[in-house]
C-alpha cells in the first residue's frame, strides 16, 4: 500500500484524541472522542471547524486561464470575475455527459483561480486538465496542495466568531459564494462563504502553511468544535449534497451517472455562449432537455436521463445504507447511494423564528439514484435484511433559507 | 473496560445478568466500544422466542451493523423500548439503562455455557492476539 499523507494538522488531531481513518491517500480525522452525532449537532448550532486540507487545491493563472476554465468546466468561470460572487460549484465533465470530478472554483485576486477537487480524485484530475492545456496559450496549472491549508468553519456561530478575530478586511458579503481577503494577526487569509455541509452560515479559508496551526489554534480557543469525516459524510447526507463515488462518477452497477440527475450540479452547468464548446457541452445539452422535460411529467426523452438521484425519508424502523434496494409495487427502481441514520434538533416551532432546543433525535435518510418517472411524495419501499421498509421520496430533508440555523425537514 | 463480576458473558460479546429463570441482556463495555456510536436497534416484541447463539435483533453504529445473538433459550418478556429513541444509551451505560431484552430461560443447562468475568477478560485477551497476528 502506498504511504497515506498527513495534513499540517495531524498532530492536533492526534492530541485531540481524534481516531483516524485512511481517505483519498490521506490519514484523516473520522471522529473526536465526543463522537460523529455530537459534531454533527455542534455544527448545526454552534460551529464546527473540519480540517479539509487534504482536498486537491490547484491554482490556474496566465492570460488564457479563464478561456481554458470555461473550456474544463461546465460553469461559467467568467462570472466570478466581477461583483462579489467570487466562488461556484462546477463540474469537470468528460464528452458524455458524465464527471470526471465535481469542484469549487474561486478567485480571491483578479486573473488568479483556485480550484479544489476531491482528495481521491486530484492525481486523475491533474492528468486530465494538463491533457486539455494543449490549445490554450499562456496558461499556468499549479498543484498547491501542499502549501495551502483549507479549513471549513460552518454553523450558525460561525460569523460572529470569525468578527471576533478577523484584524482587517470585510468579512465576505452575507450571500452565499461570495469570497473576500481578511487579515488575522500577521496572516492573509482567503474567505469563501461556501461549504459542505448545508449550512446558511458557512465558511471556508485557505492560508499559507506557515500561518495554518495559529489559525486552527484560535479558531477552537474561541469556541469551534473540532469535527471529523463521520460529522462531515452526515451533515451532507443530510444537506442532500452529493459525494463523488457515490452519487456522481459510476453508480454501483459501474454506469456513468449524467450530471444533471443530481439536483445540486444543476447550478454548476452553464451553457451561456462565452463557453463557447466546453467539454461535454453537447451530451450536458441532451440531458438537460431531458430533465426539463421530465419536470414538466413529459418522459419521451427518459433514455437521455434515466435515473435522478433523489431524497428518501424512511417512514418505517431501519437504516438504509449504500447498495439498499428501492422499491414500488414489488419492482425495484432504483438503488440507496447514500444512507444511515442522521441527529437533528427539535425546533421549539415551525416558523422562521424558531430555534433548536436542547433536545436531538435521531432519523433515517437517504438518497437514492432511482428511475426519473418517480417524483416526490410517491411511497416506495427500502429493502433492509429482507424486509420492505417504508420510505418516501421526498424534495429535500434540510432547509437552508432561515438563517442562523438549518433545519431539518420532517416526515 | 468495565466487567462486572455479576454477569455472564457470551463468546458473541452479549452479557446476560441471570435471576432464577430470568435472563437480562445486553451487549458488552467491550461490544458497545468497538461499534462506537449506536444509532439504531432493532429488538423482538415480547413473546417472541429466541435461540441460543441465534439473533435475536440487529445494532448499527455510524460506523457498522451488527447481529444481536441471545446467549440463552427461551421467551421474551421484556423489552428496553427506551432503546428505540435513544440508542446512545448503549454506549452511555451498557450495564444498566442500556439493557436490552428479558428472556425467561427454557433450558437452564444453556447457562453454564456462558463465561465468567475472568473467562470473558481472558476471551477477550486471545481476540486481540488473534488479531495481532
Redesign the interface.
Known sequence: MSQTRRTLFYERHKALGAKMMEFGGWDMP??YPS???KEHLATRKDAGLFDVSHMGRFLIRGRGASAFLQHVLTNDAQALDSGPIGAQYTIIANETGGAVDDAYLYRFVEGEYLLVVNAANRRKDWEHLRAHLAGFDKVELIDLTGERVMLALQGPKSSGLLEEIVDSGPLPAPVRNAVSIVTIGEARIWVGRTGYTGEPVCFELFAKRQDGLSLWDILLEKGASPAGL?ARD?LRLEAGLPLYGHELGRDLEGREIPVPAVRMTRSAVSFSPLKKDFIGRAALEKQFAALDKIIANDFSSRSDLPHLIRPIALTG???A?RGAGVFKGGRQIGTVTSG??V?YWVFDDRGPRSRPTDRH??R?ICLALVESDIGQGQAVHIGI?GRAVDAVVVDRHLRSDLPPYARPVLR | MDLPEDLKYSKEHEWAKVEDESVVVGITDYAQESL??I??V?LPDEGSPVTRSEAFG?V?S??A?SDLYAPVSGTVTQVNDAL??N??LINEDPYEDGWMIQIAASDLSELDKLLSAAEYAKFLEEEKAREEE
Open positions: 473520522l471522529a463522537g460523529a452525532v463521520g452526515t424502523r431501519g437504516v445504507r444511515t441514520m441527529p433525535k435521531l433515517p435484511r | 462506537g456510536e444509532v439504531y432493532e440487529v448499527e455510524t460506523k451493523v428505540l429513541d440508542p446512545e
